[in-house]
């Protein structure tokens, strides 16, 4: 009987230790399913202003660790640790994609690593106006996307590249219709010039096209001549009149001789009184010296002054002289005499102004 009742007791013994042993994994696991589910779906995020949000910028080449390293140093996790093992386990580590990313403030290390694993980078809304030079555009363009301003410039100069388009370095400028585009931020070099060519040829639609044909230009072209407008007048009224004059006297074999163009060849976009010294520079861009249009736009011409030269104001103009009371209007003329009489009373002005230059 004491022998049956020891081993009751052992074996009752041995049941406890099992049932403690269990309660003791299953609180181990509940522990560690809590654990794992805090590294999962609690907030890691925290974004510290108003809105609640910002961007994380991933350059093309990026690694994990210089990912993390950026999240770390921007504070935006408060758990680098979690997000850590949650890349490795969701393989993000492996999967590094570039681009600009929205964070918003609490979000899980699941929702963060699931989008930048997918790529779901936030659209850019990219624009460029009163813009000149190559080197202007260039810089400002790599302003807002990840391409450098080099490369952006190497491009516009490469003929070879250019060909693609039908367009060439002085031409190129044509290219670029002044607006509002929507594009990744890790756009290169090359594809946002090809971009720019599919919403150049966009814009120069059948009818655009059918238009410049019918008075006898090409869209290039087009876009040269109000290049010269659009540097000409901010007068947004006179532009057409103002187109009118110069393809008088293009259709008159004359030459246009226009102060911009001078401006531009010269590279002195300061000058207010073009003298002798500046119209006797040697340069293909000086209409003053040399017929016809010059080899490319000398600006990025607005929409506005392509639309003012596509629909012209048709007149017998073939002079303009800026007014004397410097309000940015012009004065047109017919004649030569009549020209010389507006001419005069603008000099006058500029020299009471006491501009010389």
């Known amino acids: 009987m004491a022998k049956t009742a020891s081993k009751r007791n052992i074996s009752s013994k041995k049941k406890k230790g099992i049932g403690i042993a269990f309660i003791i994994l299953l609180v181990i696991a509940i522990g560690g399913g809590l654990y794992a589910y ?8 925290h974004v510290e202003n108003e809105k609640g949000n910002s961007f994380l910028y991933i350059h093309t080449g990026s690694s994990f660790e210089q990912v993390l390293s950026s999240l770390t140093q921007n504070k935006y996790l408060q758990d680098p640790e979690s997000f850590q093992w949650m890349a490795v386990k969701m393989n993000y580590t492996n999967n590094v994609k570039p681009g600009k990313y929205k964070i918003k403030d609490g979000m899980s290390n699941r929702e963060l690593i699931t989008m930048l694993r997918a790529g779901n980078q936030t659209p850019i809304k990219l ?27 190497n491009l516009l100069n490469d003929d070879a590249f250019l060909s693609q388009f039908n ?10 219709i002044p607006n509002t585009y929507e594009m990744y931020w890790n756009t290169s070099a090359e594809d946002f010039l090809k971009k720019m060519y599919k919403e150049y040829d966009k814009f120069w639609n059948d009818k655009r096209t059918a238009q410049a044909k019918s008075i006898g230009f090409t869209p290039v072209q087009i876009s040269i001549i109000a290049s010269i407008v659009e540097e000409e007048s901010q007068n947004k009224k006179e532009r057409p009149t103002i187109a009118g004059v110069y393809i008088n ?16 060849a010269v590279g002195d976009f300061t000058i207010k009184r073009v003298l002798d010294k500046h119209i006797a520079f040697d340069s293909p861009y000086n209409t003053y010296k040399y017929k016809g249009l010059p080899p490319g736009p000398i600006c990025v011409p607005s929409i506005s002054a392509i ?28 004649t030569i005499e009549q020209h010389n009489k507006n001419a005069d009373k603008y000099r006058a002005a500029l020299n009471r102004n006491k501009i010389m230059k």
């Not at 009163?130 to 400002?140: E, P």
């Not at 629909?311 to 007014?323: G, W």
């Open 127 to 153: 624009t460029f106006n009163n813009i000149r030079l190559k080197n202007k555009l260039a810089s400002d363009v790599s302003k807002q996307i990840e391409a450098d301003s080099t490369d952006i410039l």
């Open 249 to 264: 006297r293009l259709n008159k074999g004359m030459l246009l001789q226009a102060d911009p163009t001078v401006k531009f």
């Open 167 to 176: 367009l060439d370095k002085q031409t190129v400028v044509a290219m670029f």
């Open 307 to 334: 639309e003012s030269v596509l629909n012209y104001e048709k007149h017998e103009y073939i002079y303009f002289c800026a007014k004397e009371d410097f309000s940015g209007s012009h004065n047109f003329a017919r």
């Open 38 to 45: 805090k590294k999962i779906y609690k907030p890691n995020v």
